[in-house]
């Protein structure tokens, strides 16, 4: 219930900060309106070539070329830097084949929550206030996700 009335007591508060400080709050809003729409407008072109990206990899058939045990979660691993979406589809895929509660149900929630999505975050962090060069940024989050998913393969072994 106190959830309900936290944003309206945010914005009372915002209102009488502002009016305490002397301050034209609804100029403020609508420059911080006008800041938005630029940073929206400027992220657009790297969120939609990122979606293509990945739909053209999700497209290729590159992932059914994939066999062994673990088919089901190698798409999951190689997917997960660059689509949180596409990775919970996997994830869901998992889990009405094989359960939540198997070995693989387990290994991908846990690969969900321990990686995240690296390519996508740089693209459109660093695209949106126009970085070319990231330096180390991808190798340093790539090198995370693989701890990560390390991690995953050893806490699910020993815990599920």
Partial sequence: MLSNYIIPLIVIVIVFYGFFKKTDIYECFLEGS?????TVVSIIPVVLA???AVNIFVE????NL????LKDIVPMIILRPISG??????????YQK????SYLGNLASVIQGATDTTIYVL?????SIGIKKTRYA????????ICGIIAAFIVVRFFF
């Fill in 34 to 38: 006008v800041d938005g729409l630029k």
């Fill in 50 to 52: 990122m979606i293509l």
């Fill in 60 to 63: 290729s058939g590159v992932l």
């Fill in 66 to 69: 994939i066999g062994g045990s």
């Fill in 85 to 94: 979406n596409a990775t919970l589809a996997y994830l869901s895929k998992i």
């Fill in 98 to 101: 094989f359960g939540v509660d």
């Fill in 123 to 127: 693209a459109l962090y660093f695209g």
């Fill in 138 to 145: 991808l190798i340093g989050g790539l090198f995370a996700d």
